[in-house]
């Protein structure tokens, strides 16, 4: 796949990349580009089929239904309709459908009208197998598509994709570390928050803050004492703004202490953490806070909301405990 080539000849190549939202605005979804797309089950249902085991001793795979497998083969299908589409990757989930495009050359239609042309056809294979008997169609309407045109963004969301079991069966097994709590009152604040919540009760918080000023003398120092307090039983708390503050948490949470990391960005009704935030949530390592509502923006952070953040942060490592 020439994955390097359809970089470089991306239209915007050397300018300011549009925002990304759902269905970027100005985008040309007859062109060449590469797709991170899903499709749910209408009402969320259970159709595909089943993921047994806990994703940790027992594997998690997933068993396909025969609409489950119906659905599989039409994605396969679709660059035998479309010859510019190939399938990079799919994964079926028991109520919902992910799927990685790259549209090598001009599509004749507007992707959606691809999808929409699939989800036909995946809906006379939902009625023939008599599913349909109260909810006439098996889809949610739309989908939701990502465009993966960042370095490195391809080989991280196949690998999301493919990993997509694994977290199903881990989010299964531990419901409440995965679960969005709202109005959540630490001190005078109110957070939402997702994760391990009675790490606000360790004996010892610590906040990271640094000046985008600090030396690397200084950062190294910092972060000797950071990792010393974390090694006796301390929990760093931060919004990890500053690249300094980035590599002090991420040293920290490398060497498997806990760590509640502030967010500007609310959590979406069906979030849950990616990369390896995922698993440390899964091991209680780790806790999120978001004191702001959720946003589909994708903005630079503001100087204030840096500042309410290590505020935040420094007002929970100092309020008495209980």
Not at 111 to 119: A, D, E, R, T
Not at 264 to 279: D, H, I, S, T
Request: charged fraction near 20%; proline fraction near 7%.
């Amino acid at each position: 796949m020439d994955w390097e080539q359809y970089r470089a000849k991306k239209p915007w190549a050397g300018e300011a990349k549009p925002s990304m939202k759902r269905r970027r605005v100005g985008h040309d979804y007859h062109g060449r580009c590469i797709y991170m797309l899903t499709l749910t089950v209408k009402q969320r249902r259970p159709l595909f089929g089943h993921i047994p085991g806990n994703g940790d001793e027992e594997p998690a795979v997933m068993h396909l239904t025969p609409l489950g497998q119906a659905v599989s083969d039409a994605v396969q299908g679709l660059p035998g309709y479309y010859p510019a589409i190939e399938i990079l990757a799919c994964q079926l989930m028991p109520d919902h459908l992910h799927v990685v495009i790259f549209v090598h050359n001009r599509l004749p239609v507007h992707l959606g009208q691809v999808i929409s042309g699939f989800k036909a056809g995946c809906n006379r294979a939902y009625r023939n197998l008599g599913l349909n008997t109260s909810i006439p169609t098996l889809w949610e309407e739309g989908f939701n598509d990502t465009i993966l045109d960042g370095d490195g963004q391809l080989q991280r969301m196949i690998d999301y994709v493919s990993d997509n079991p694994r977290r199903y069966a881990i989010k299964r097994a531990h419901p409440d570390l995965f679960r969005v709590r709202r109005h959540v009152t630490v001190g005078e604040h109110t957070f939402a928050a997702m994760g391990n919540i009675f790490l606000l009760d360790a004996p010892q918080l610590i906040q990271v803050q640094c000046s985008r000023k600090i030396t690397p003398g200084q950062l190294a120092a910092q972060r000797d004492h950071c990792l010393q307090q974390a090694r006796n039983g301390a929990v760093a708390v931060s919004p990890a703004i500053s690249p300094g503050e980035k590599d002090i948490m991420r040293a920290i949470f490398d060497a498997g202490f806990p760590a509640i990391i502030l967010r500007e960005n609310g959590f979406a009704p069906l979030a849950k953490p990616g990369g390896q935030r995922f698993n440390a949530c899964a091991e209680g390592r780790l806790l999120l806070l978001a004191p702001w509502q959720h946003h589909n923006r994708r903005i630079a952070i503001r100087r204030h909301q840096c500042l309410s953040l290590n505020q935040m942060a420094q007002a929970i490592c100092n309020r008495p405990h209980p």
